[in-house]
DNA sequence: GTCTATAGGCGGATAGAC
DNA sequence: GTCTATCCGCCTATAGAC
């Protein structure tokens, strides 16, 4: 009765993945917003009312898929930091960056669901958050690494930001200097601006070289939170 | 006669002015993907069929739309130089920053519009492109002054990103530096990053004070393209 | 220019049989 | 868990009368 059990739960696994990977497959045909669940049921030869039985609406679906999505870059961005650990912090950054951008051009709508235009009517629970902050936390590690090693060198902050950098600090990144904080929000904030310009075709007839542009650009990020290169590097 | 047409062409002006200002109703409530002739007929009291009188499609309208958000945009960007052209390029750089973000909050729809995920489907057609390059040639006009003035003191390129900066300052920036080219589209996207995370709603118990937290922001990407703050700023 | 009517689709969600 | 059947809504787009 067990190996019963056991098989159930595994078709159920299977059955639910299979939906998920078709809602995938459907966000990059139609879209977030006119994501449906008979669209998924119909490609998988199934009948709209058998869904249900997985996802109790089609918000509950989206779901899923906002925390996959999530969750997919969190990792990727976790897997550039694990490698990179022992390098300095400054190539660290760099390996960050271009994971996550590689990331978003692998998967560009998912990308959209998580950092492009909220879907109209629905509003993402908290079991998002967490998996949500999973690359801001990467690159909070390697503010912590270059703190403890030769430090991070920022000029001190207008007096307005100082309460909230202060807060922000206490939130998620306890032990840094206030200034770092407010500094890698804010390069998190414009690397996401970036790939966006680049996945959302801003850049078409613009910037033709994305490569040597994203690396430079990627380069002055980090210069705006105080990481510096190692000295060999190019001109 | 003449008197006629006239009424007839105003009548159709108000009319499609109508129909605009319901769509972009109808873009806030249910998003740009889902953009329907009917529901904007339906509110205006109208049929549907007769807005095929004015619009030839649905893409045809959300090309209106999206026209308009860009030329709205553009003239606050471009008003907020014209405020400044005599002021130091730095404090023209955010007063135009400001101006994009405060028309962005104020219209977030129609930001999402032109800077959020593309609507699966639709392709922008060409008359768009000119409305869409508006702000970033408010940018390209401070650098200008900025260059004519004491200049622009930026580190040299890396080699890889030389030949694209020398084509993009070709192509829009004529007479700039490449480096400074490069620093302004970097900015440019970078100033959306830190918008859209605003306006779509990233921040959310991330920033809480967002003023403060726009105003360094907008400070370092003046930063970043080479502006330097009058001597007696705030520290 | 606006109307009715129509063709030929799409969707979410539920009830009840098997 | 999956099926059929059903309710009730939505959409683009066109034809043809007025």
Redesign the interface.
Known sequence: MSTVRGARERARIEVTAAIKDEARRRLA??????LSLRAVARELGMVSSALYRYFPSRDDLLTALIIDAYDSVGAAAEAARARTVTAPPYDSWIAVCRAVRDWALAHPHEY?LI???????YSAPQAT?GPASRVGNAFVSIARAAHAGRGLALP??????R??AA??TA??AEGLPPEVT??L??AW??????I??EV????N?????RE??F???A??LAH?VGLMPSPRA??
Chains 1, 2 share one sequence.
Not at 156 to 161: E, G, K, M, N
């Open positions: 045909a139609e879209g977030a917003a006119k959209a950092y492009g235009s909220p879907v109209p009517g958050v001190p902050l207008p007096t307005a930001l309460p909230e807060r922000m939130d998620f407010a500094a929000v804010a904030a414009q690397l996401t601006g970036l966006s310009f959302f075709g801003q850049f007839r613009v910037v033709e070289d040597a542009f690396a430079h650009a380069a002055q705006g190019d001109a």
